[in-house]
């Protein structure tokens, strides 16, 4: 017996995964995702290379992904060896002016190039710039809140305008823009420390971006954590306004982000579980979603 139907038979679960991802990439083509890279998969070293093979299928499947990233724990390495204390306040780092240059060493200089190192392994595809580069990003200083009282936590910025011009020309020409989240100063000659979910939901606004997908380190949006391990496959931007007040300090920022993209025209944004391999590719391309996704409140829904 000849072994060519045996062969043809072991390959068909390929050809039939391949072929259950045709509708999204039909739907998908020529849209463009933000990515908001963090948490273990930016310190893991097969969840990196598993990100960056994503993003990259992403791009030759016809999206346009853009990736924007933070670096926490980076940061607070960098900050332990200049012998600077990191600090926090209503979730926040709090950065001084010696702070804010290693925080922008430490994002435009070893995080976003070792994220573009990664993603060129594929091919010419990433550019690197920051949120002063051609001013994509400009911010004012933000003033949190502790109990009624405003607080001073430095160099922290709050996005007051967004340029795509750089981001768009980039788009166009094929490549992936990585984004650090740093923003030009609105009032002086310095830079902001922006939080990167903050800046990767107004970018998602600014382009008109189909989704928002946020790394995170948790599995999603819990229904009743602690209690519950359950996760919220999906909700509107409505309810989730209810549930932000009891949200853990980490999750607000997301959670936030998520709220403002779908309220600024996003069609969907998703909170997603970063400690999976290849979980973008399961959220775009598979019905199985892997973490929470808010959409835009239905019409006549407040």
Known sequence: MSSGPTRKHTAL???QILIEALPWLTRHHGKTVVIKFGGNAMIDEDLKAAFAQDVVFLRHAGLKPVVVHGGGPQISA????????????????VTTEDAMDVVRMVLAGQVQRELVGL???????AVGLTGEDAHTLTATKHQPEIDGEPVDIGR???????????????LADG??????????????????NVNADTAAAALAAALGAETLMVLT?????YEDW?????????????????????????????????????RGGVTTARVIDGRVQHSILLEIFTDEGIGTMVVPDEQGES
């Not at 922290?156 to 980039?170: F, H, N, P, Q, R």
């Open 78 to 93: 960098a900050l332990d060896r200049h012998g600077i204390v990191s600090e926090f306040k209503a979730g926040l780092r």
């Open 156 to 170: 922290v910025g709050e996005i007051t305008e967004i340029d795509t011009g750089a981001i768009e020309a980039l």
């Open 119 to 125: 993603l060129n392994q594929h091919g010419p595809l």
């Open 226 to 262: 602690p209690n519950s391990d359950e996760v919220i496959s999906r909700l509107t931007a409505s309810e989730l306004e209810k549930l932000l007040p009891d949200l853990s300090s980490g999750m607000v920022p997301k959670m936030e982000g998520c709220l403002h993209a779908v």
């Open 13 to 15: 679960p390929k050809a």
């Open 175 to 192: 490549r992936i823009p990585v984004v650090s989240s740093i923003a030009r100063s609105q009032d002086d000659h310095h830079v902001y």
């Open 217 to 221: 380190d948790v599995e999603g949006l």
